[in-house]
């Protein structure tokens, strides 16, 4: 349940873009987010922390750093509710905003609503470890970034994972693997790609959709203990999966057998399920904890002034707070690398565009940004719009997480030619001509 501060704090930040506080006059030496967040509603544990550890990277860079090379960060935020249609009002309301960098709503359906209005206005769009999987694909979508993670190399990097529990690929003969998915786009995306797998390396798989908010799971995990499957991935979002943890118990169905998604790996995915969710594992692009020497930056720097976003400190460090604090780096080095080649001051949208596509942190450059072990590494180019996808598995023993693997990539040689089709054929029904190298490097004169 949402405090009423918490509350009442969303409110105020979805009326004040209403009221036409996000529509103010920049200053040519400032750089806006427009935020479409989501602090209240079903997902709002979700929202609360990745956009609070977002703004909490903002805040240090501008308070420690005076801004990216002079270049102060400012954002506002619209409350969605998760909700297309609010996202969508969200986005008329705040793209007249000056000087816009780009667009991060964690949501697919949003996200989705936004492709064909953020190419127009070319800006980018954000859609870290979610989205459109063929927009992985820069030659078709040319503002649209799912950083880090595509639904389709999750999905390769979960099957790798229970292969290398198992002996093996060729050890997947023969297992049975549920997949229980969130009842929405985003929990439908991978139904081909868990069936494409299936086939190539010999196991079966049943797919099972939970309706949304997902507070109902009794049949489905009865059906689930009836097939009896050798694991089952929880494709989960919300609430639906302290549930998922919850009903599983009940049935019998053992926690050290279910490994989650990107999207069912947080903290309040585990804590409301009590000991239903010990031994349970999930996927996850970026590590859990405040070890780190940028969550110790922001600690000292904000925190311990009265500044971060998170009310709850206990919170500081966690997955979906951990998450926002890598979307920040990503968003900030994007713009620190255009400004290489643009200057030192206000960019475009299609500059930041240019510097998402020329975004490359190493292990040493991620270790130099003080996120060493944090997150892995990322290689954009302008045709792949995601980078590497390594990923790596944790396992809840109760009161914290814990790392199990190591980085695990994708199988990109299969994938590539799966997320080319799509985009091919996307590309071939909107009447897109695909882009060049050289297309990449042209920059629009105006957003």
């Not at 709503?105 to 492709?115: D, E, F, K, N, T």
């Not at 110790?296 to 604090?325: A, C, F, M, P, W």
């Amino acid at each position: 349940m949402k405090s009423l501060k918490t509350t009442v704090k969303a409110a105020v930040a979805a009326l004040a873009i209403i009221g036409g506080a996000g529509l103010m006059p920049a200053h040519a030496d400032e750089q806006y987010f427009p935020l479409q967040s989501y602090r209240v509603g079903p997902y709002a544990a979700g929202g609360t922390g990745f956009f609070g550890g977002f703004i909490d990277y903002l805040n240090l860079i501008n308070t420690r750093d005076g801004g990216v090379n002079g270049v102060k960060l400012t954002w506002d935020e619209c409350e969605t509710q998760y909700e297309v249609e609010r996202g969508v009002e969200c986005y008329e309301r705040q793209k007249s905003h000056p000087n816009a960098a780009a667009w991060n709503p964690l949501s697919v359906g949003i996200a989705y609503a936004m492709i064909d209005r953020i190419t127009g206005d070319k800006v980018p769009l954000i859609t870290v470890n979610h989205g459109r999987t063929d927009s992985t694909d820069g030659r078709v979508f040319p503002y649209v970034f799912p950083l880090l993670l595509n639904p389709y190399s999750e999905t390769s990097g979960i099957v790798n994972y229970l292969a290398s529990k198992e002996g093996g690929l060729d050890k997947l003969k023969g297992k049975k693997i549920v997949v229980l998915y969130h009842g929405s786009p985003y929990g439908k995306e991978t139904i081909p790609i868990y069936e494409l797998l299936a086939e190539k390396y010999g196991f079966t798989v049943q797919q099972i959709e939970v309706p949304h908010p997902g507070n109902e799971q009794q049949s489905q995990w009865l059906t689930i203990r009836r097939a009896k499957p050798d694991y089952v991935v929880l494709r989960g979002w919300g609430v639906m999966n302290p549930v998922a943890l919850k009903t599983a118990a009940k049935v019998g169905f053992p926690a050290s057998k279910i490994v989650g998604n990107v999207w069912s790996n947080s903290e309040e995915d585990v804590i409301p399920a009590g000991e239903a969710a010990v031994g349970y594992t999930a996927i996850t692009t970026q590590a859990s904890g405040q070890q780190y020497p940028v969550l110790q930056e922001i600690v000292k720097t904000l925190y311990d002034q009265g500044k971060g976003n998170l009310e709850d400190k206990k919170r500081i460090g966690s997955v979906y707070h951990n998450l926002g604090i890598v979307n920040g780096i990503l968003n900030v080095e994007a713009i620190r690398t255009a400004q290489e080649k643009f200057g030192k001051r206000t960019l475009t949208g299609d500059e930041v565009r240019w510097g998402f596509e020329h975004l490359k942190l190493d292990e040493a450059k991620v270790a130099a940004l003080g996120a060493k072990d944090l997150f892995h590494s990322i290689n954009v180019s302008w045709d792949n719009h995601e980078g590497d996808g390594y990923v790596t598995f944790q396992q809840w023993d109760g009161k914290k997480w814990n790392v199990v693997s190591d980085w695990i990539a994708p199988d990109w040689k299969l994938l590539r030619p799966i997320i080319e089709k799509s985009s091919e054929a996307y590309a071939k029904e909107k009447g897109i001509k695909l882009r060049t190298a050289a297309d990449a490097e042209g920059i629009a004169t105006t957003n």
